[in-house]
Protein backbone atom coordinates (compact mmCIF):
# COMPACT_ATOMS: atom_id res chain seq x y z
CA UNK A 1 0.00 0.00 0.00
CA UNK A 2 1.45 3.72 -0.74
CA UNK A 3 0.23 6.67 1.60
CA UNK A 4 0.44 9.88 0.21
CA UNK A 5 -0.04 13.28 2.22
CA UNK A 6 -0.10 16.41 0.30
CA UNK A 7 0.87 19.94 1.64
CA UNK A 8 1.53 23.55 0.41
CA UNK A 9 -2.33 24.75 -0.76
CA UNK A 10 -3.33 27.96 0.46
CA UNK A 11 -4.75 31.42 -1.00
CA UNK A 12 -3.07 32.80 -3.89
CA UNK A 13 -3.62 36.04 -5.91
CA UNK A 14 -3.93 36.07 -9.67
CA UNK A 15 -0.32 35.68 -11.05
CA UNK A 16 0.81 34.04 -8.00
CA UNK A 17 2.93 30.74 -7.52
CA UNK A 18 2.46 28.00 -4.80
CA UNK A 19 4.04 25.16 -4.30
CA UNK A 20 2.40 21.63 -3.66
CA UNK A 21 3.96 18.45 -1.63
CA UNK A 22 3.37 15.24 -1.72
CA UNK A 23 4.93 13.03 0.79
CA UNK A 24 4.66 9.20 -0.07
CA UNK A 25 5.44 6.12 1.89
CA UNK A 26 4.74 2.40 2.38
CA UNK A 27 5.70 0.68 -1.09
CA UNK A 28 7.52 3.77 -2.48
CA UNK A 29 10.09 1.73 -3.98
CA UNK A 30 7.56 -0.05 -6.58
CA UNK A 31 6.00 3.33 -7.52
CA UNK A 32 6.34 3.86 -11.63
CA UNK A 33 3.86 6.84 -11.69
CA UNK A 34 3.14 10.02 -9.99
CA UNK A 35 1.04 12.92 -10.43
CA UNK A 36 -1.42 15.44 -9.48
CA UNK A 37 -5.56 15.74 -10.08
CA UNK A 38 -7.39 18.46 -9.51
CA UNK A 39 -10.94 18.61 -8.76
CA UNK A 40 -13.07 22.04 -8.74
CA UNK A 41 -16.69 22.22 -7.72
CA UNK A 42 -19.21 20.82 -10.22
CA UNK A 43 -16.35 19.20 -12.05
CA UNK A 44 -14.92 15.93 -12.73
CA UNK A 45 -11.17 15.10 -11.60
CA UNK A 46 -8.81 15.98 -14.00
CA UNK A 47 -5.04 15.31 -14.61
CA UNK A 48 -2.63 18.20 -13.97
CA UNK A 49 0.42 16.58 -14.28
CA UNK A 50 2.72 13.26 -14.37
CA UNK A 51 5.78 12.34 -13.90
CA UNK A 52 6.85 8.73 -14.27
CA UNK A 53 9.90 6.72 -12.70
CA UNK A 54 11.89 7.63 -15.32
CA UNK A 55 11.28 11.41 -15.35
CA UNK A 56 9.06 11.75 -18.51
CA UNK A 57 6.06 14.50 -17.33
CA UNK A 58 3.17 15.05 -18.93
CA UNK A 59 0.92 18.38 -18.17
CA UNK A 60 -2.92 19.15 -19.28
CA UNK A 61 -2.59 21.56 -21.68
CA UNK A 62 -4.01 24.72 -19.37
CA UNK A 63 -1.16 24.36 -17.10
CA UNK A 64 1.91 23.90 -19.96
CA UNK A 65 4.50 26.31 -19.51
CA UNK A 66 3.50 27.53 -15.75
CA UNK A 67 3.35 24.26 -13.83
CA UNK A 68 6.15 21.79 -13.56
CA UNK A 69 6.01 18.50 -11.73
CA UNK A 70 9.44 16.80 -9.92
CA UNK A 71 10.42 14.20 -7.51
CA UNK A 72 12.95 14.29 -5.20
CA UNK A 73 16.13 11.96 -5.51
CA UNK A 74 14.54 9.51 -3.16
CA UNK A 75 11.45 9.15 -5.23
CA UNK A 76 9.66 9.89 -2.34
CA UNK A 77 8.44 12.74 -2.38
CA UNK A 78 6.29 14.52 -5.49
CA UNK A 79 6.60 18.55 -6.00
CA UNK A 80 3.95 20.55 -8.10
CA UNK A 81 5.34 24.21 -8.58
CA UNK A 82 2.24 26.52 -10.04
CA UNK A 83 3.35 29.82 -11.59
CA UNK A 84 1.01 32.49 -12.75
CA UNK A 85 -1.94 30.95 -11.26
CA UNK A 86 -5.07 31.79 -12.52
CA UNK A 87 -9.18 31.59 -11.05
CA UNK A 88 -9.07 28.97 -13.03
CA UNK A 89 -6.89 27.04 -11.16
CA UNK A 90 -9.25 27.09 -7.62
CA UNK A 91 -9.40 23.53 -7.04
CA UNK A 92 -8.76 21.06 -4.44
CA UNK A 93 -5.47 19.21 -5.48
CA UNK A 94 -4.99 15.46 -5.26
CA UNK A 95 -1.60 13.33 -5.50
CA UNK A 96 -1.90 10.45 -7.12
CA UNK A 97 0.62 7.07 -7.26
CA UNK A 98 0.85 3.81 -9.23
CA UNK A 99 2.63 1.27 -7.59
CA UNK A 100 3.09 -2.01 -9.63
CA UNK A 101 2.71 -3.83 -6.51
CA UNK A 102 0.57 -2.04 -4.12
CA UNK A 103 -1.93 -0.56 -7.07
CA UNK A 104 -3.10 2.64 -6.81
CA UNK A 105 -2.97 5.57 -4.39
CA UNK A 106 -4.58 8.59 -3.61
CA UNK A 107 -4.11 11.21 -0.81
CA UNK A 108 -6.44 12.83 0.65
CA UNK A 109 -6.24 16.54 -1.36
CA UNK A 110 -5.07 20.07 -0.73
CA UNK A 111 -7.01 23.06 -1.59
CA UNK A 112 -5.68 25.72 -3.37
CA UNK A 113 -8.08 28.77 -4.05
CA UNK A 114 -6.81 31.57 -6.04
CA UNK A 115 -8.35 34.80 -5.44
CA UNK A 116 -8.13 38.64 -6.02
Known amino acids: QVQLVESGGGLVQPGGSLRLSCAAS????????MGWYRQAPGKQRELVAA???????NYADSVKGRFTVSRDSAKSTLYLQMNSLKFEDTAVYFC??????????WGQGTQVTVSS
Open 96 to 105: YAHSIVAGDG
Open 51 to 57: ITSLGST
Open 26 to 33: GSIFSINL
